[in-house]
C-alpha cells in the first residue's frame, strides 16, 4: 500500500515540477519580448516616418497644382511704330491690303503733305486687329520700309472684367427680386417706388454692361499706332512746289469767283432799288432846272450871252 502511494507520488511530483520550470521560464522571459519588439518597432519606423511625410506633402501639392489650372491673363495689347519709307502714298495703300488680310479695321488716318523744301510727307495710321494677329501684323508692317521704333505695350484687366461681371450678376439678381416685389405690390404708391428702383437698376445695368463689352473687344482687338515718314529726296522740292502752285490756283480760282459772285450780288441790289434811284435822279434834274430858271445871275448870264 505504501509502495502505491509512493509510485503514484513521484510522478505527480515531477510533474509539478516540470509545470513550474516552464511557468517561471515564461514569466521571466515575458517581459523582455515586448521591450524588444517596442525597440525594434520604433528604431524601424522613426527613419521611414519622415520621408513617407515628405512625400506625401509633395504629392498633394503637386495634385494641388494640377487640379488648379492657371486662368489665361486678360490683357489690353497696344503697340506703335515708326517707319521711313519711300513713297507715303504706296505705303499707305500696302497698309489698306494689310489691315484687310488680317480682318483688321481702319480707325483713323491723318495725312500731311509736304509744303515747304525738303519737308517729309507724313502720316499717321491707327488701326485694329485680333490679338493673335498682333505679331504678324507687326511683321507684314515692318516690311514697309526702315523701322525707325517700334513699342509694345500690354495690361492685365482680368481682375476688373471679374469684379464687373459680379457686379453685373448681382444687379440682375436685384432687378428679378424687385420685378416680383412690382408684380405683389398693391397699392399705386409702392408700385410707382419699385418701378423707380427697378429703372435706376435697369440704368446701371445698361452701363456696366457697355463697359464690360468695351473692355472685352479691348481685349479681343489689339491697337497699333502707326505713322509713316518719307525720306527726304530732290522729290520733295518738286513735290512741295508743285503743291504751291496748286495752292496758288485754287487760292485764285477761289477768289475769282467770290468777286463775280459779288458782282451778281451788286448787280441785283441796284436792280432792286432801281426805281428810288430813277426818282432821286428825276428829283435832283427838276431841282436844278427850277434853280436855273429862278436865279437872276444865271438870267443876266443868260441875257447877256444872248445880246
Keep these: 500500500m505504501n509502495s502505491l502511494r509512493s509510485a503514484t507520488r513521484k510522478p505527480t511530483l515531477l510533474l509539478t515540477v516540470l509545470m513550474g520550470g516552464v511557468i517561471f521560464t515564461s514569466c521571466a522571459s515575458a517581459p523582455n519580448l515586448p521591450e524588444a519588439a517596442l525597440n525594434n518597432q520604433t528604431t524601424a519606423s522613426q527613419p521611414a516616418a519622415l520621408p513617407l511625410a515628405g512625400n506625401v506633402a509633395t504629392s498633394q501639392t503637386a495634385d494641388t497644382t494640377a487640379q488648379v489650372p492657371r486662368s ?43 509744303t515747304k523744301t525738303n519737308a517729309r510727307h507724313t502720316a499717321s495710321i491707327q488701326l485694329r486687329v ?9 511683321d507684314e508692317l515692318a516690311k514697309l520700309g526702315t523701322v525707325q521704333s517700334r513699342n509694345i505695350s500690354a495690361q492685365d484687366v482680368g481682375d476688373q472684367l471679374v469684379d464687373i461681371q459680379a457686379r453685373l450678376t448681382n444687379l440682375r439678381k436685384t432687378e428679378v427680386n424687385l420685378q416680383k416685389i412690382m408684380d405683389r405690390a398693391g397699392s399705386v404708391r409702392d408700385v410707382l417706388s419699385v418701378a423707380q428702383e427697378l429703372s ?37 522740292t518738286q513735290r512741295a512746289l508743285s503743291s504751291q502752285l496748286q495752292e496758288s490756283w485754287n487760292k485764285s480760282t477761289n477768289s475769282f469767283g467770290d468777286f463775280t459772285v459779288g458782282l451778281l450780288k451788286l448787280g441785283i441790289w441796284l436792280m432792286v432799288y432801281s426805281p428810288y434811284f430813277l426818282a432821286l435822279a428825276a428829283v435832283g434834274y427838276g431841282f ?10 444865271l438870267r443876266r448870264t443868260s441875257d447877256t450871252n444872248s445880246d
Design 72 to 114: 489665361r491673363p486678360q490683357l489690353i495689347k497696344k503697340a506703335a511704330m515708326t517707319l521711313i519709307v519711300d513713297s507715303v502714298d504706296k505705303s499707305i495703300n500696302v497698309v489698306s491690303q494689310i489691315i484687310n488680310k488680317q480682318q483688321g479695321d481702319l480707325i483713323s488716318l491723318q495725312e500731311q503733305q509736304p
Design 130 to 138: 485680333p490679338e493673335n494677329l498682333l505679331q504678324p501684323t507687326l
Design 200 to 236: 435706376q437698376v435697369r440704368q446701371s445695368i445698361e452701363q456696366i454692361a457697355a463697359q464690360l463689352k468695351n473692355l472685352q473687344n479691348q481685349v479681343t482687338y489689339s491697337t497699333i499706332t502707326l505713322k509713316l515718314e518719307a525720306a527726304v529726296s530732290s522729290s520733295g
Design 288 to 297: 436844278n432846272r427850277w434853280r436855273r430858271g429862278h436865279s437872276p445871275r
